[in-house]
């Protein structure tokens, strides 16, 4: 894609791998590198052993932590809130300041961020949307989506099932009578010249 | 699909009978519904009298009699009149609404008033017509091939194109 040109999808980039308006090409470099190509089993089967080894980690972490934690939360009680010192020379103040302190400063940030996005989303947005053919991704869309058969399917007014099975029915009925018809004019036009004389 | 191409509301199994002429079947059960519209009409016309009656004179009400003869000259009164204004706003009656049917002149258009009351009254004193649209290549009754008129297939709403 060209910047500063409208986003449109070619034939080229949107025709499956291997594939253009010119039929195949490329077979033997697309075969050592196939883009779209599924990814091996033992490619997944290595992956899926890795997040095994991530959750037992994980899991073991945590049950370590939550002992440890157990242990040493008396000594941490001690450490932050000794009762030989006053309470404004007590460790747990001084953190419980820095904590005040930090949330306002986080406030401040998040407030000042959402300013800067404020500011900055809509013109990138705008931006990008003068980048994109908006129109063309929309047809594309109702394309794949079927919309007409959406429509005739949400569309009360023509008919239900019911009506639509019985007016197909009688469709079919007159295309039956009038076959009967037409096979019988056919044996009377057969019929006829045998009776009548022939013509000079 | 195109931005600027009309979306067919009609069923795509159906979409190849649209504005072909209609056969005896479908024809003949639009009738029938209609029969039956104008039957109930009938009937419900005379509980009404008789109510409006009761009211104004409870204590003397009879049932009025249903003689035959003003029985069926009433009822044929009320479907000529029934199809004459149907076929004329809107090209279909109520029996033609459910099998997917449309009136038009030869034109494809809307019928006139006194086409469709011409119309009404020949299907009303001879409906036997509409068995030869069961012969012709056509599809035309009696009533059609006279007033010059067809009945279509045509499941879509709204007024003829």
């Known amino acids: 894609m060209v910047p500063g040109q409208p986003f449109s999808p070619t034939v080229d980039e949107v025709a499956p791998s291997g594939r253009t308006e010119h039929g195949l090409v490329g077979t033997s470099e697309q075969s050592e590198n196939p883009p779209d190509a599924p990814p091996s089993r033992e490619a997944i089967l290595v992956l899926d052993a890795a997040v095994g080894v991530s959750v037992l980690a994980a899991a073991a972490a945590q049950t370590v932590g939550r002992r440890v934690g157990r242990v040493l939360s008396p000594v941490a009680v001690v450490i932050l809130r000794p009762p030989i010192l006053a309470e404004r020379y007590q460790a747990g103040t001084w953190l419980a300041g820095l904590a005040r302190r930090g949330g306002r400063g986080r406030e401040e940030a998040e407030r000042q961020l959402a300013a800067v996005l404020d500011r900055l989303v809509p013109a990138v947005a705008a931006e990008v949307l003068t980048r994109i053919d908006v129109a063309g991704m929309a047809e594309g869309v109702i394309a794949e989506v079927d919309l007409a058969e959406m429509i005739r399917q949400s569309t009360g007014s023509v008919a239900s099932d019911t009506v639509r099975g019985v007016r197909m029915q009688g469709i079919s009925g007159d295309e039956a009578v009038g076959r009967v018809v037409a096979r019988l004019r056919l044996r009377r036009g057969r019929t006829e010249p045998e009776m009548t004389p022939a013509q000079p | ?161």
Not at chain 2, 7 to 23: C, D, K, L, N, T
Not at chain 2, 131 to 146: E, F, K, M, P, T
Request: with cysteine; aromatic share 8%; proline share 6%.
């Open chain 2, 1 to 161: 699909m195109r931005t600027g191409e009309q979306v067919s509301i009609v069923p795509r199994e159906a979409q190849p009978y649209q504005g072909r002429r209609a056969g005896l079947v479908t024809r003949s059960i639009a009738g029938v519904i209609d029969a039956v519209v104008v039957v109930v009409a009938v009937l419900a016309g005379y509980v009404a009298v008789n109510g409006l009656l009761f009211l104004l004179d409870p204590r003397g009400f009879r049932f009025s009699e249903a003689s035959p003869l003003p029985g069926v000259t009433t009822g044929l009164l009320v479907l000529v009149a029934y199809l004459c204004v149907a076929w004329s706003a809107t090209g279909r009656t109520y029996g033609c609404h459910v099998m997917g049917l449309r009136v038009v002149s030869r034109h494809g258009s809307r019928l006139r008033p006194h086409v469709a009351l011409l119309r009404a009254v020949f299907c009303a004193l001879f409906p036997l017509g509409l068995l030869l649209c069961a012969g012709g290549r056509q599809h035309s009754s009696l009533q059609d091939l006279v007033l010059r008129t067809s009945v279509i297939y045509d499941w879509r709403p709204g007024q003829p194109r």
